[in-house]
């Protein structure tokens, strides 16, 4: 029996940000979708609920932090898994945390990953976010 697509939802106002997630994890059986707006991404995700979401930090409509609050503070979307990309330690010389951003928004993303992220971390991360999301009893140990 062959593993079901899993819907990514990529939330990146760069749309070749869109392009390298895409390229990264289609091979793997994901089905990527991108939308360059944060509030068009979060009543994507409403209508559409997919896997799992990519969201960068900086969008120039609606900011990924203010993207990430609404869509965890919605109970449709709230338990969708979110990788978090960021440039600004690379930009500014400035690393912040998941802790960061919950002093910041109240909420936590699920993973924070500084840009530009390897492919093969990126297909790993959401590996391991998609198999903590899976009913208990379907789960597998990881390490991550």
């Known amino acids: 029996m062959t593993e079901p697509t899993r819907r ?12 390298f997630v895409r390229s990264a994890l289609e091979a793997d059986k994901y089905e990527v979708v991108g939308e360059t707006n944060g509030a068009t991404g979060v009543v994507r ?5 997919p896997h ?5 930090v900086y969008m120039v409509r609606h900011p990924g932090l203010y993207t990430l609050r609404d869509l965890k503070l919605d109970p449709r979307t709230k338990d969708i898994p979110v990788i978090m990309l960021s440039s600004v330690g690379r930009r500014l010389g400035v690393c912040f945390s998941t ?3 919950c002093e910041h928004v109240g909420i936590e993303p699920d993973v924070l990953l500084e840009k ?4 093969t971390v990126l297909r790993g991360v959401a590996e391991t976010l998609l198999g903590a999301a899976r009913p208990k009893g379907e789960r597998e140990m990881s390490g991550f």
């Open 8 to 19: 990514v939802l990529v939330l990146d106002s760069d749309e070749s940000a869109v392009a």
């Open 45 to 49: 995700a409403r209508r559409e609920r």
């Open 52 to 56: 799992l979401i990519i969201l960068d």
């Open 99 to 101: 802790r960061d951003v």
């Open 116 to 119: 530009p992220v390897d492919p």
